[in-house]
Every structure is written in structure tokens, then in C-alpha cells.
């Protein structure tokens, strides 16, 4: 990322490290403009999920990050987010243990194949696929007014197939968290509701736990190879730790059907994004 792209970001305040981490300049303006992206990234995440899709274009926003660098130092910070909202849904929200646990158990194992995937192959190999997704899942969404209103299971929830259903969705999307990122929460709380029938506000509870051990199956792989730029890191984990706690209890007082449309907007949004992306490639 070339520096006059972000120049106006770092004019807010002086160098902190100089050239910083792995040649990342990191500044006080750089770093309070990342504590309000993980704020407003931590609430989003909490309530429906897709947080990265702010927090992940602030990271590369930053002059000298590279994508895996951002990609790795967004993980720092959702996963404090996820932390925060997960406890605070496991408080008030049972989400269905049986599914969500395994499904959690294979995401790590998941994501950890993607982060070491992110290090070799091109994100433009998956933007394609992944807005024809998002586009479809919107769509299904708004076409079902009812879907996720309440729990309608799909299977006995202590069937095999209740079970195969919920550990597939989460090492699939595990591996898609850790190549990329942006939408991984959007992804579990759908497929929660379309795949196994739970309403929305269990789909959130439950796609919180899997994504915390998505994020942890990233780091797995992404701290010990060097890769998280530490300052900038713990900046978006202070914005999520307060946007997780407020996001959660956010969800859980207005229901269901707020989660809903918090979803549709946020699938459009990514759907926008990507698709900028990816014009912006081709042209």
C-alpha cells in the first residue's frame, strides 16, 4: 500500500516507532483511528457478525502493512471482540452445545489450513466466488421474511446429520476465516439459520463461539510466523473488547428480527465491497 494512501491518516499525529514492525510506520493518529474502526468492527461482529469488513480495509490502509500482515493483526483484535461477546451470550443466550462446540473444535483446525493458504494463494482467486455467495445468501434472506424469527430445526438436534451439518459449516467457513476474513460471522450466523434452522439470535450466540476458535486457529499460525504488527493490533483488540460487550447486549435486548435486518445491511455492504474490488481488478 503506497503512502500517499493513507497520508492523511497519519498527518493526526507524530510518529510512535518510526519505521515500526516489519516496516510499518505506526503513528498516535494511526493508532485512535484503529481503536474506532475495532469499536464500531467489535459491535457489528457481536451483533450479526462481518466486523472485518471494516476493520480489515483500516489495517490495509496502513503505509508499509502488507495484506497477510493486515490480515493477521485483524485477528488480534476480533479475537478479543469475539471474547467479549461470546461470554456475554453465553449469559443470557444457550446456544445449542452439541453443534456449536465440535463445529468450533474443526473451525480451528479450519482456519489454521487457511491462514497457511493466505500466505501462497491470491486473494483475487477467491473474491469471485465469494460475492456470488454473499449475493445468494442476501437474497435467500430477503426472500424469507420468516427465516430466523424462531428456532425451526431443521433435524433432531441430537441427530447425525444435526450434528455433520454444523461441523462441515464450521471447519468450511474456518478455512474461508482464515484465507481471508471479511464475513466469516455473517457466514456462521446464516448458515446456522438456513442449514440447521435456529433463529437468528441463537445463529449469533452460537457463530460467536466458532468464531472466536476461528480467530485462535489463525493466530495458531500467524504469531509465531512473525506476522501480527503488535501496536495496531492491540489498538483494534481495545475498540473490539467495548464494541463485543455493547454489540451483544445489543442484540440480545432487541431480538431477532433486529439481528436480521442488521444482517441484510451488512451483506449488502459486502457485496458493494467485493464488488468494487473486483471491478476495480479488472479494469
Not at 446456522?192 to 476461528?214: D, E
Not at 504488527?229 to 447486549?249: E, K, T
Amino acid at each position: 500500500m503506497s503512502g500517499s494512501a493513507a497520508g492523511p491518516l497519519l498527518a493526526a499525529g507524530e510518529a510512535l516507532t518510526g519505521s515500526g514492525e516489519g516496516g510499518v510506520e505506526v503513528t498516535l493518529g494511526l493508532v485512535l483511528l484503529l481503536l474506532a474502526a475495532g469499536l464500531v468492527a467489535g459491535w457489528l461482529d457481536a451483533v450479526v457478525g462481518g466486523g472485518g469488513i471494516i476493520q480489515l480495509p483500516a489495517l490495509l490502509l496502513v503505509p508499509g502493512i502488507t495484506p497477510v500482515q493486515a490480515l493477521a493483526t485483524n485477528k488480534v483484535g476480533s479475537i478479543a471482540g469475539t471474547t467479549v461477546s461470546a461470554a456475554t451470550y453465553l449469559r443470557r443466550v444457550s446456544p445449542d452445545k452439541s453443534a456449536a462446540l465440535p463445529a468450533a473444535g474443526l473451525a480451528l483446525v479450519g482456519a489454521v489450513l487457511g491462514a497457511m493458504l493466505a500466505t501462497v494463494v491470491p486473494e483475487a482467486v477467491f473474491r469471485p466466488v465469494i460475492l456470488v455467495v454473499i449475493v445468494g445468501v442476501a437474497l435467500f434472506t430477503l426472500l424469507k421474511p420468516s427465516l430466523g424469527a424462531e428456532a425451526m430445526l431443521r433435524y433432531p438436534p441430537d441427530s447425525k446429520r444435526h450434528h455433520a451439518t454444523a461441523w462441515a459449516l464450521g471447519f468450511c467457513v474456518g478455512v474461508y476465516d482464515g484465507v481471508l476474513g471479511p464475513g466469516t460471522g455473517s457466514f456462521l450466523v446464516i448458515g446456522f439459520v438456513a442449514l440447521l434452522g435456529f433463529s437468528f439470535l441463537q445463529a449469533s450466540a452460537s457463530g460467536k463461539v466458532v468464531n472466536w476458535a476461528t480467530n485462535l486457529g489463525a493466530l495458531l499460525f500467524f504469531v509465531p510466523a512473525g506476522h501480527v504488527v503488535w501496536p495496531l493490533g492491540l489498538a483494534v483488540a481495545a475498540g473490539n473488547i467495548a464494541g463485543g460487550w455493547l454489540g451483544a447486549r445489543t442484540a440480545i435486548r432487541l431480538g431477532s428480527g433486529f439481528v436480521r435486518i442488521v444482517f441484510i445491511v451488512v451483506a449488502s455492504l459486502l457485496v458493494l465491497t467485493l464488488g468494487w474490488d473486483l471491478l476495480a481488478s479488472v479494469l
